[in-house]
């Protein structure tokens, strides 16, 4: 096993990596100052016959510029994450001329709806495909998450793209995806004896190859129904 | 005030050993001392069976689908021919975790530590209210013996997680537990109201029952941290216990509190269980701060660095613990505004933890260190708690929580905080206090041997969790090989398995260790690491009652190295003649360093 | 900076004052904060639950014997009353009326719980259950968790009111009237809550 995040195949997974990396630089840092530190001073300060230790009861500067720096860093991160996040998830981030698709999972399946025509969702020419996502590269998505049974988890790792499905609550999610190819979507909330098998395929397609299976699926889905 | 006095001071009779049945002497006792043993056994056989569960585990996780060694023995309901089944690794999950919060390390940390702990260090001579405290004990067993039972009940135990997000854990038709789960909410029902019978008892008896001059700076930290986390208890338990009657009733009444068909709403459980949940967190790692703050202190043969600074970091800990919860439910479908906010107040909890490993390593430098078992437990739990606490900032980064919520890297980090960080430190716990509670001495070789076994297959364990977490393996699956992302990681969770099954090891070594030195080890002085917290200013183990004559405290609880004493100690009631009024390395002290802690 | 021998003459043998109050005053008022916690997270369960499904709440009246009830709360306050009384009493030396008066407000606590029976079955009979949707599920857990509450208080309170007949307390020592009576007001105060927020809005 290699130690890394999976190919990443979507625009907010380009900001998270950042963010991920960039906190794995201020951890790690942390980490080995602390680590080396204790180690060090385990070495240095062990205990030998005949000296003592300082009798102190502490210092104060040393303790506000250790409650300061960490305060600081922290606050950083705060301002700098709730700016990634509010363009990923806060209302005014949806792109208006998103293709909309309907999610429905269940236990064990996710149930993709997808609009016809005109494009909304929630009249007669929509039609459903059973675990398969399929998906233009290089448009903006939004995803329209419910269930009907337990929760679950919408998980894309390559689109990093996670959101709970909850019964009795429509939640939209958006993304765009920058690169096609197959990937699956797997459910991350344990949702009873399936969840672990709980898949389905995720297509992401060039937009020609899109629309070609999109209008595939729209004739096979109607030719059933009528 | 007069009746405080007559109740400090007016009952010497306790401390003479009076003859009593032995069923009032260990069994039905009131004694504070005998209550915590019995919950040191009690949650070490939980211990020990929250272990095993996870051994069964990993070993699925490990050799995926292949027979049990000694599972034909299994019903056909959890494994046919020895074959684990999904369910019922769906039962382990959840079990393992309930036990080992519920059942193992709360009440090792609580349950026993605050019971042993808080009146003799304090100086009185009992709890306030010693009945109370027995039933808080027996209340605990019939609960865990419910929990234990409902693995035997059709369609055996709870299935939806430690967390038992509804409507899964509300609905038997989706989870496919029915009596399973209510037996595992009345158990957690009733457990609750044995803690909350202990909180009321700790806080009281801290409040009220301290010694003449055990004023509040002058308090050990590990009191401290159990008197916060009583109120943590106090506060965040009830909170669950109404969740889980609501979960009850929609269980068994045909409510729907959780089931969205009449309106009610799922995520009204993952807040109220959170709202418990998050302060649990920290009932479950304050008081372990407070041990491995003792346990340096000693170590390092050094008072503690920044005194004030850790209490003050224990109360501004349990306040934020208050208002995070949400940091949990990012991707629940909760308003993404209040995102922003969970996040702040989870980011900002991280600078009180930060102080504290500071003003440890602060202990440490220029210390004289003693290496002995309860300090390399000390030690261990420092490296590894940072690693637990770092890996929580990625969480609580919002969107970096999109990738990893839910995944290994979840897993990882709540075993660093939780095995890492509270169970090294109640391993130091027990080294350390094992001869006060017990008169003997556990061979601190045999417990040298133990940590580092422990601390090795421990990081083997649990260290490349935060890799599986990178590539995106979701928590709680069955079998990871059904995801193409996942397809390359089976080398690592063998690995993984082979190291917590000789983790597993470490523990049964441990449990022997235990106990043989319980019957044969040697005998132990009063005062075995020259501490100076009273507990130690009195034989071991104490006797009934504790005190012949109720202590007086003179200083702060970490007076180590005096430059003008002879030894490296000065108990908490030693009379000061000896010292003088000069404090060297007090030269440009905090000012948050008043006079008692100069003391 | 003080001193060690400075501080040493001022906290040499002197217990430790904590509250100044006995134990059991603090061990249950602990507890109270505790109990509030158990009803803040029902009635903010309820709270949520109702604002999120407003506009299918039904009016109380339309479900609910609001005047018997009304009644009812007023017993509930008298027995308030009683208990104020024979702390009173106690304090004032007057045994003989703090046993009356433990003594009527145990029989008061137990008809409120008698009458929240009845209108238990009445609601039942009328085919009004904890299954009966989110009104129903909220009125029976609140109203029941609360009556539980009052149950156990009557117990506590006969157990209290056999204890002062049998001379258990004096004018010097009365603890337990005292903290019964905590508990008794503070039972009383939540039902005072319930009642306006689930009979009357």
């Given at each position: 096993m290699d130690w890394s995040l999976p190919l990443n195949a979507s625009t907010q997974g380009e900001a998270i990596d950042a963010l991920f990396w960039l906190i794995f630089g201020i951890t790690v840092a942390a980490l080995v100052i602390v680590e080396l530190g204790v180690v060090w001073f385990l070495w240095k300060y062990r205990g030998r016959k005949g000296r003592s230790a300082r009798y102190t009861h502490g210092n104060a500067t040393a303790e506000v510029i250790w409650t300061a720096i960490p305060a600081l860093v922290m606050v950083f991160l705060g301002i700098y994450s709730g700016r990634i996040w509010a363009n990923i998830r806060s209302i005014d981030s949806f792109p208006d001329d998103a293709l909309t698709i309907g999610v429905v999972a269940k236990q064990f399946e996710w149930n993709v709806t997808y609009p016809g025509a005109d494009r909304m969702l929630g009249n007669a020419d929509d039609f459903t495909v059973r675990n398969r996502f399929e998906i233009p590269v290089n448009e903006p998505v939004v995803v329209m998450l419910e269930s009907e049974d337990a929760i679950h988890s919408f998980f894309i790792p390559e689109l990093r793209v996670k959101q709970d499905a909850v019964p009795g609550m429509i939640v939209p999610i958006w993304f765009q995806a920058i690169r096609t190819g197959e990937f699956q979507i797997a459910c991350a909330e344990l949702c009873g004896l399936g969840h672990y098998r709980m898949r389905a395929r995720v297509v992401v397609h060039e937009t020609d190859s899109y629309e070609a299976w999109y209008a595939e699926r729209s004739a096979a889905a109607f030719a059933t129904t009528q | 005030m007069a009746t405080i006095v007559a109740e400090a001071t007016g009952t010497p009779v306790l401390a003479d050993e009076h003859e009593m049945p032995f069923i009032r002497k260990?069994?039905?006792?009131?004694d504070h001392k005998v209550i915590g043993i019995q919950f040191l056994f009690m949650s070490l056989f939980f211990l020990l069976v929250g272990g095993f569960l996870s051994v069964l585990v990993r070993y699925q996780l490990g050799w995926p689908g292949r027979a049990i060694p000694g599972g034909e023995a299994l019903p056909e309901a959890m494994a046919p021919g020895g074959i684990m089944l999904p369910e019922f690794y769906n039962s382990l999950v959840t079990m393992h975790g309930t036990f080992m919060v519920f059942f193992a390390i709360m009440p090792l940390l609580v349950g026993v530590y605050a019971n042993y702990l808080i009146p003799l260090q304090i100086g009185?001579?009992?709890?306030?209210?010693p009945k109370l405290n027995m039933a808080s004990f027996w209340i605990s067993v019939p609960a865990g013996i419910l929990m234990m039972a409902s693995f035997a009940v059709e369609g055996g135990a709870a299935g939806a997680g430690w967390t038992s997000y509804a409507p899964l854990s509300a609905r038997p038709d989706l989870s496919g537990v029915s009596v399973g789960q209510q037996m595992w909410i009345v158990s957690l029902v009733v457990l609750g109201l044995g803690s909350l019978l202990g909180a009321v008892n700790y806080i009281t008896t801290i409040i009220n029952n301290r010694a003449p001059g055990m004023s509040w700076f002058r308090l050990p930290l590990v009191t401290w941290a159990l008197f916060i986390t009583a109120i943590l208890i106090l506060l965040a338990m009830p909170v669950l216990s109404a969740a889980m009657i609501m979960l009850l009733f929609d269980q068994t009444?045909?409510?729907?509190?959780?089931?969205?068909?009449?309106?009610?709403?799922?995520l009204l459980w993952q807040h109220l269980f959170w709202f418990f949940g998050h302060p649990e967190v920290y009932i479950l790692i304050l008081p372990a701060m407070g041990f491995v703050s003792e346990i340096i202190s000693n170590g390092s043969r050094k008072p503690i660095f920044g005194y004030h600074s850790m209490v003050f970091a224990i109360i501004a800990i349990a306040f934020l613990g208050f208002i995070v919860w949400g940091h949990h439910m990012?991707?629940?479908?909760?308003?993404p505004a209040l995102g922003m906010s969970f996040m702040i107040a989870t980011l900002v909890i991280a600078v009180p933890s930060a102080i504290k490993v500071f003003n440890w390593m602060g202990t440490l430098w220029e210390g004289n260190i003693q290496f002995h078992t309860p300090m390399l437990f000390a030690v261990g739990f420092v490296m590894l708690f940072v690693i637990g606490g770092l890996s929580g900032v990625y969480m609580a980064s919002t969107p970096v929580d999109i990738f990893i919520h839910d995944t290994y890297f979840i897993v990882a980090h709540i075993h660093y905080v939780l095995f890492g960080g509270s169970l090294f430190a109640i391993f130091g716990a027990i080294y350390y206090w094992f001869p006060k509670m017990f008169g003997r001495m556990i061979n601190d070789t045999a417990g040298k041997i133990h940590f580092f076994a422990t601390f090795i297959l421990f990081n083997l364990t649990f260290f490349p969790m935060h890799g599986l977490g990178m590539k995106g393996m979701m928590r709680r699956i069955y079998d990871p090989a059904q995801y193409e992302h996942l397809s390359d990681i089976q080398d690592t969770n063998t690995m993984m398995s082979i190291a917590a099954i000789a983790l597993f090891g470490t523990g049964l070594y441990f449990l022997v260790l235990f106990f043989w030195s319980l019957f044969k080890g040697k005998k132990a002085p009063a005062n075995p690491w020259n501490a100076t917290t009273l507990e130690w200013q009195t034989p071991s183990p104490p006797k009934h009652g504790n005190w012949k004559e109720v202590p007086v405290v003179y200083h702060g609880p970490y007076e180590y190295s005096h430059p003008d004493m002879d030894r490296d100690w000065l108990a908490q009631n030693e009379r000061p003649d000896i010292v003088s009024p000069a404090h060297p390395g007090r030269t440009g002290a905090a000012p948050d360093s008043t006079e008692d802690g100069a003391e | 900076m003080t001193s060690h021998a400075a501080t040493l003459g001022s906290t040499a043998r002197r217990p430790e004052p904590g509250l100044g109050i006995y134990d059991k005053k603090v061990g249950m008022w602990v507890f109270l904060c505790s109990e509030v916690m158990f009803f803040a997270g029902l009635i903010g369960s309820y709270i949520i639950l109702r604002f999120g499904a407003s506009d299918t709440w039904p009016m109380p009246g339309e479900v609910l014997n609001v005047p018997i009830t009304a009644v009812n709360t007023f017993v509930l306050i008298c027995s308030s009353v009683t208990m104020v009384k024979a702390f009173a009493s106690a304090e004032a030396g007057d045994l003989r009326a703090m046993r009356l008066y433990l003594l009527a407000t145990a029989i008061i606590g137990a008809s409120f719980v008698g009458v929240q029976l009845y209108e238990y079955r009445e609601l039942i009979h009328h085919g009004f259950l904890p299954s009966s949707g989110l009104y129903g599920a909220t009125f029976f857990t609140m109203t029941g968790f609360h009556g539980l509450h009052v149950s156990l208080g009557v117990i506590c309170m006969s157990w209290v009111t056999v204890k002062a007949f049998r001379g258990g307390y004096t004018q010097e020592d009365h603890e337990g009237v005292e903290v019964i009576g905590l508990y008794w007001h503070f039972v009383d105060l939540v039902w005072i809550i319930l009642f306006t927020i689930v009979y009357l809005i």
């Open positions: - | 260990y069994v039905f006792s009131t009185a001579h009992d709890m306030a209210f009444l045909g409510t729907n509190f959780f089931l969205p068909s009449q309106g009610g709403q799922p990012f991707q629940s479908g909760m308003n | -």
